[in-house]
């Protein structure tokens, strides 16, 4: 193979090595963290114990029960009580695995927004919570609490407006999986194999993957910004943060172990291409 061919197609294969990086980690993301339930409600679960998470919850499973409770002029003060029972019950384990139960049926709402072209919301169910505070009220001998229906008590967590571009973007992701990680392994290195200089290609290769993944945490923050900044005002904004922040936490972390990774090898290629140089320059006779 000529050089200059040679030459051309090693680089051609960094560059799209490197631009697979951040559609790797994207594509990774998707099919094992949002895709997988198992691997969705545990990242949902550290939730349960966030302020303003318990705080929205607190407020939206109050206001169901309220609803359906009416006591005339004492309506103000059973209410600060259910409150409080609320708050009491969203630090307990029982309400961790409401909360759990509560997010597994997100999941699954959520794959069948995505496999159904008809379109609709996704919500949070919070009957499983409602059926506990049902409980603690009943327990606690509030009156008529006993007979509170447990309706379903929907918090929505995406509008059937954004369905479609999420359907389609989100379904290519899964269904690459694994294989853009490996396509852009596999592909780096055969570019650096190629490479008529190969040490300079390992340091291309290393700044470009961190360049990229530098570009995916930058993607993610932007995205965070444009998301909370058109929140219906009703929506709470330290709740919907939270919630983006816990579903976008490997994606931060992955970004950040490409990132370090790359310019550990960039590095460490750069002075052990430079000290030899220096060895071979102190030697040379004067």
Same mark, same amino acid.
């Given at each position: 193979?000529?050089?200059?061919?040679?030459? &051309?197609? &090693?680089?051609v294969?960094?560059?799209?090595?490197?631009?697979?990086?951040?559609?790797?980690?994207?594509?990774?993301?998707?099919?094992?963290?949002?895709?997988?339930?198992?691997?969705?409600? #545990?990242?949902? #679960?550290?939730?349960?114990?966030?302020?303003?998470?318990?705080?929205?919850?607190?407020?939206?499973?109050?206001?169901?029960?309220?609803?359906?409770?009416?006591?005339?002029?004492?309506?103000?003060?059973?209410?600060?009580?259910?409150?409080?029972?609320?708050?009491?019950?969203?630090?307990?384990?029982?309400?961790?695995?409401?909360?759990?139960?509560?997010? !597994?049926?997100?999941?699954?709402?959520?794959? !069948?927004?995505?496999?159904?072209?008809?379109?609709?919301?996704? &919500?949070?169910?919070?009957?499983p919570?409602?059926?506990?505070?049902?409980?603690q009220?009943?327990?606690?001998? /509030?009156?008529?609490?006993?007979k509170?229906p447990?309706? +379903?008590?929907? /918090?929505?967590?995406?509008?059937?407006?954004?369905?479609?571009?999420? !359907?389609?973007g989100? +379904?290519?992701?899964?269904?690459?999986?694994?294989?853009?990680?490996?396509?852009?392994?596999?592909?780096?290195?055969?570019?650096?194999?190629?490479?008529?200089?190969?040490?300079?290609?390992?340091?291309?290769? &290393?700044?470009? #993957?961190?360049?990229a993944?530098?570009?995916?945490?930058?993607?993610?923050?932007?995205t965070?910004?444009?998301?909370?900044?058109?929140l219906p005002?009703?929506?709470? +904004?330290?709740?919907?943060a939270?919630?983006?922040?816990?579903?976008?936490?490997?994606?931060?972390?992955?970004?950040w172990?490409?990132?370090?990774?790359?310019?550990?090898?960039?590095?460490?290629?750069?002075l052990?291409?430079?000290?030899?140089?220096?060895? !071979?320059?102190?030697?040379?006779?004067?």
């Open positions: 193979m000529p050089r200059s061919v040679r030459s &051309s197609l &090693s680089a294969l960094l560059v799209v090595a490197c631009l697979l990086v951040p559609l790797g980690a994207l594509s990774a993301w998707a099919r094992y963290e949002i895709g997988d339930e198992d691997s969705y409600v #545990a990242a949902m #679960a550290p939730l349960s114990a966030d302020p303003a998470v318990r705080t929205a919850v607190g407020d939206a499973v109050t206001d169901a029960v309220m609803k359906e409770i009416d006591v005339g002029p004492l309506q103000g003060t059973v209410k600060a009580f259910v409150r409080d029972a609320v708050a009491s019950f969203t630090g307990t384990a029982a309400y961790e695995t409401a909360w759990k139960a509560a997010n !597994r049926a997100a999941h699954a709402a959520v794959e !069948r927004a995505l496999d159904d072209d008809s379109g609709g919301e996704v &919500s949070i169910d919070l009957a919570i409602v059926q506990r505070v049902k409980q009220l009943s327990d606690d001998g /509030v009156p008529f609490a006993s509170i447990v309706r +379903h008590t929907e /918090v929505t967590v995406l509008d059937s407006g954004d369905l479609g571009p999420l !359907r389609k989100f +379904h290519m992701l899964q269904t690459a999986g694994p294989w853009l990680p490996v396509a852009a392994v596999v592909l780096a290195a055969a570019g650096i194999f190629l490479s008529l200089r190969r040490r300079r290609a390992v340091i291309a290769t &290393s700044v470009g #993957a961190a360049l993944a530098a570009a995916l945490a930058t993607a993610v923050a932007l965070r910004t444009l998301t909370l900044r058109d005002p009703d929506v709470s +904004h330290d709740a919907a939270a919630v983006y922040d816990a579903l976008t936490e490997s994606l931060w972390a992955a970004a172990i490409i990132m370090a990774a790359g310019a550990a090898v960039a590095l460490t290629t750069w052990t291409t430079r000290r030899p140089r220096e060895k !071979r320059r102190n030697e040379t006779p004067r």
